[in-house]
């Protein structure tokens, strides 16, 4: 089968008519393509969505968006009072040249950890208050990576509506094979209850000592493309 190939999204789209569409492109490049396909076509769109909001806000109004990029992994902790949500990410520079210049990819709070934070507003709430800060602390002068300019270090302090407490800590400073093993991961802690995502076996644990295992990455990514060809089919979106 001959498949054809396009240097242009627009004329991409102009030609093929999708009735559905991942947009997979990086953070700084939002927009163009989204606004090129049919108000009829069902959009997937790749976190991060955009950079800013006033992009954020104007793709929101699509009529053809999906406007939510996974599900969460667990029901947990519904219905019971949380205390406090814990989300941590610490790994390399990635290879994409875009990934460390903020201006373009955002930066790794908003280009990476941005899954945690999207989970923890589904499973805890929306957040009313944050103070964060960032720096860079650790990889300074790369003359091998061009650009460079976002924070190695991030921590962010956070309440939730509901009052629960949370913290968000991300790091890209690993560089040389340095490793912390165990550093991160997605953890809630709720009365009786403590879900942990992220990391190779996520799981629940309740008082009383059971614990149980939660869904792994595979059947979230699979869900999420099946939300997705069910919204194309149904226009249920
Ligand atoms: N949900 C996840 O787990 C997950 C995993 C990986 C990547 N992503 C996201 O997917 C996005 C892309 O990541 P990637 O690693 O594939 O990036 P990439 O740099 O490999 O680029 C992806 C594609 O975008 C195209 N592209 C670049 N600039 C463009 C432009 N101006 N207009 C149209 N197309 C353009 C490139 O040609 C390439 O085909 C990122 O936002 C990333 O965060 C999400």
Redesign the pocket.
């Known amino acids: 089968m001959e498949v054809p190939s396009f240097d242009d999204?627009a004329a991409m789209i102009a030609s093929t008519k999708p009735d559905g569409m991942y947009v997979?492109?990086?953070?700084f490049?939002h927009g163009?393509?989204e606004h090129s396909v049919d108000a009829g076509a069902t959009l997937c769109v790749?976190?991060?969505v955009v950079l800013g909001m006033r992009v954020g806000r104007d793709l929101g109004r699509l009529p053809g968006a999906v406007h939510r990029?996974g599900r969460p992994r667990t029901e947990l902790p519904r219905g019971r009072r949380v205390g406090m949500a814990l989300a941590t990410r610490v790994e390399g520079i990635p290879g994409?040249p875009?990934w460390r210049t903020e201006r373009i990819g955002g930066g790794m709070l908003v280009?990476?950890h941005t899954?945690a934070v999207a989970m923890l507003r589904l499973l805890v709430g929306e957040v009313k208050s944050v103070c964060a800060m960032t720096d860079t602390r650790l990889i300074g002068e790369r003359p091998e990576l061009p650009g460079l300019d976002i924070p190695d270090v991030e921590a962010s302090t956070l309440r939730f509506a509901s009052g629960a407490l949370g913290v968000v800590a991300n790091a890209c400073a690993l560089v040389g094979g340095l490793r912390l093993p165990g550093a991160g991961g997605t953890h809630i802690l709720a009365q009786g209850l403590g879900p942990s995502l992220g990391g190779g076996s996520p799981s629940a644990s309740f008082e009383g000592g059971k614990s149980e295992p939660l869904p792994g990455r595979g059947l979230h990514d699979h869900r999420l493309n099946e939300a997705f060809v069910h919204a194309i089919r149904t226009g249920d979106r």
Request: avoid cysteine; glycine fraction near 0%; aromatic fraction near 12%.
């Open positions: 999204a997979s492109v990086p953070p490049a163009p393509a790749e976190k991060p990029f994409a875009w280009e990476m899954h």
